[in-house]
């Protein structure tokens, strides 16, 4: 099953949670026009390495189980375009959604 709720931001902005209920796992996204923050599952390695050329700006939070954990969450690691935003490991997920926005 498949869930998509807004989440509110600073009372106004709205960015997307997106929620995946797979088999033993949950995956775990919140996207906005510029980036994402995503649960353990996103691999930050291969989007710095392999898909570097892109510039996908991103975060990883771990041992989160719902889209308000991701958002309260620590960031473990990000990647090479979401340091150039200031977005760095440790940021709580909620500020580097706000950075991306």
């Not at 949950?26 to 691999?43: E, F, H, N, P, R």
């Not at 939070?61 to 375009?81: K, Q």
């Amino acid at each position: 099953m498949m869930r998509m709720v807004p989440i509110s931001l600073d009372g106004g902005i709205h960015v997307i949670g997106v929620e995946v209920k797979l088999p033993k796992t949950t995956l775990l996204a919140v996207t906005t026009d510029t980036g994402y923050i995503m649960c353990g599952a996103l691999d930050v390695a291969l989007l710095n390495e392999r898909l570097k050329d892109r510039g996908i700006i991103a975060g990883r939070a771990v041992g989160v189980r719902t889209l308000e954990e991701l958002m309260d969450a620590p960031l473990e690691s990000v990647t090479e375009a979401a340091e150039t935003l200031g977005i760095v490991p440790g940021m709580k997920g909620s500020d580097a959604i706000r950075l991306m926005l």
